[in-house]
């Protein structure tokens, strides 16, 4: 086995996944990107960019560090490994990132509308709530640097405007059901509202404790981090 080949396997699965499922937003296109942190080498592996995902074999899968430079693999990075590295640098809980084009979810980005917590379940997945990150090119710095800028309330999803979503998790299949679980809450949510009526969101004390657990999950997740620094 090839050093890489487990986690390079990971994202392929995952991504695969996603694409029959219209997570990308088309079954033909290349949209959409998956990753996962390589502990201990500071390395990421991440889906090529402009390659259709059921041409995809494991050793597409792109092995680079957290500039961007290549590591392992012949075809070129997702333009948003820099998006994908800035997550990791500012999350230390974090050790996979998907960024699809789902469609509740953009429904939302087009909106430029946050979704509050409306179930404790999904809030404890989530965070306290679905944010926004302001518009840039895809690809660009510009667009890493303002989703970093709203990773600061320790949730696992946020809507990027005009673009799409981006989720995290500790684990690669915890990254995949919180992306499940956005697509459902932005559903239920557009529902809601389209009824006209007044939508309520889950008590202040709810929030407060995921809040807390969010935040004490990522500072335990700092300290490890903090001893392995390479991680």
């Known amino acids: 086995m090839r050093p890489y ?121 989530l965070g306290e709530k679905v944010e926004v990150a302001p518009y840039a090119l895809s690809g660009s710095p510009e667009l890493a640097a303002n989703v970093a800028g709203k990773l600061g309330n320790n949730a696992n999803a946020y809507i990027i405007q005009n673009h799409g979503v981006i989720v995290l998790g500790k684990t690669m299949d915890k990254a995949l059901l919180a992306t499940e679980l956005l697509e459902k809450i932005a559903h239920i949510y557009y529902l809601a509202l389209s009824t006209g009526r007044p939508v309520t969101t889950l008590p202040a004390a709810i929030q407060d404790m995921v809040r807390s657990l969010r935040d004490f999950e990522v500072a335990e997740a700092r300290k490890a981090r903090t001893k392995t620094p390479a991680a």
């Not at 996944?17 to 390589?38: A, D, K, P």
């Not at 991440?46 to 075809?75: H, N, Q, R, W």
């Open 5 to 125: 080949e487990r986690y390079q396997q990971e994202v392929l699965e995952t991504s695969l996944w996603l694409s029959e499922h219209g997570y990308f937003g088309s079954l033909r296109g290349t949209g959409g990107n998956v990753s996962v942190r390589i502990p201990q080498e500071g390395l990421l592996a991440i889906t090529p960019s402009s390659v259709k995902y059921a041409e995809l074999a494991p050793a597409d899968i792109c092995i680079v560090d957290f500039s961007g430079a290549m590591v392992e693999g012949t075809k070129p990075p997702s333009v948003e490994a820099g998006l994908h590295a800035a997550v990791y640098r500012e999350r230390p809980d974090a050790n996979a990132v998907i960024h699809t084009h789902q469609l509740y979810g953009s429904v939302f980005a087009v909106l430029n509308e946050p979704i509050p917590a409306l179930f404790d379940e999904v809030a404890l997945a």
